[in-house]
């Protein structure tokens, strides 16, 4: 029981700082884009649309992690196989589907943006993108094998 509590423990730790990580994001999201804007006025009309997808982002990732944490929580009280757990698990499945969708959107934007101004290459941040859709794939489908078997559970 011991060694549970601490692993838990040291995961709450990782999700509040990856928490930090999101919330500081979106303080400085906005000084950061008006600076390029700024810098590439004539690709200044993408600041709204961005903003609106990487708040989205950050809304859906700080609701995972907030449901993580119950989670959590709920296998510290030995509630593992709740039906609180199962709800969790479906909240954290559909923000990574979320974030799947505004990651596309982001491509699709960056996409519009290369051809736009001739100078810029989109192929450094798309693979980045198709690295996030990667690994958001892998916590859903981590999330989706973790609730087959408490649907069939006897709780």
Do not use: W
Request: glycine share 4%; net charge positive; aromatic share 8%.
């Amino acid at each position: 029981m011991n060694v549970r509590r601490g692993s838990t423990t040291f995961l709450k730790v990782i999700i509040f700082l990856a928490g930090i990580a999101v919330l500081a994001l979106c303080i400085c999201l906005p000084g950061i884009a008006v600076k390029d804007a700024k810098v590439h006025p004539e690709t200044a009309y993408f600041l709204i649309p961005f903003l609106i997808c990487s708040y989205g982002f950050c809304i859906a990732v700080s609701v995972a992690l907030y449901q993580a944490y119950k989670l959590l929580t709920y296998i510290e009280k030995n509630n593992a196989l709740s039906e609180l757990s199962l709800k969790s698990l479906q909240i954290i499945k559909k923000c990574a589907f979320a974030v799947i969708i505004l990651i596309l959107i982001a491509i699709v934007g960056l996409r519009v943006l290369a051809s736009v101004t001739d100078s810029d290459d989109a192929a450094g941040p798309t693979s980045l993108c198709l690295m996030g859709i990667l690994a958001t794939s892998i916590i859903a489908a981590t999330v989706d094998a973790l609730q087959k078997p408490l649907k069939k559970a006897p709780i």
